[in-house]
């Protein structure tokens, strides 16, 4: 799986949450371009920080650990999502 944001990843976060999602890789040209290739090192520490905190042992065992397909239930899943999509939506506009 390709991960694919408007313009691209930018942060150790970004390449978490593209991992998360089930990403092979995480697309940060954009990113190296604005910043000089120095700050893979910043995308890359962002992630070991963050491995470190949540006790993952590898990228392997991360990579598609939030996905649907990692739940024994993937409609449910979906459903939640779905429920906490319109949840987020009506606390932000009609509140």
């Known amino acids: ?3 694919r944001g408007l313009g691209g990843v930018h942060t150790g976060e970004g390449v978490v949450k593209a991992v998360l999602a089930g990403a092979d ?3 940060t040209t954009s ?9 893979a090192r910043t ?4 992630l ?3 491995m470190v905190e949540n006790e993952y042992d590898s990228v392997e065992q991360m990579r598609g650990s939030v ?5 024994p239930d993937p409609d449910a899943y979906e459903r939640a999502n779905y429920l906490e999509v319109m949840q987020r ?4 506009y009609l509140r």
Not at 31 to 39: I, V
Not at 43 to 46: H, K, Q, R, S
Request: charged share 20%; net charge neutral.
């Open 31 to 39: 990113a190296l371009l604005r910043h000089g290739t120095r700050h």
């Open 48 to 50: 070991v920080d963050w």
């Open 25 to 27: 890789v995480a697309m």
């Open 1 to 3: 799986m390709l991960a």
């Open 43 to 46: 995308l890359l520490d962002g």
């Open 67 to 71: 996905s649907s397909g990692s739940v």
């Open 89 to 92: 939506a009506t606390d932000r």
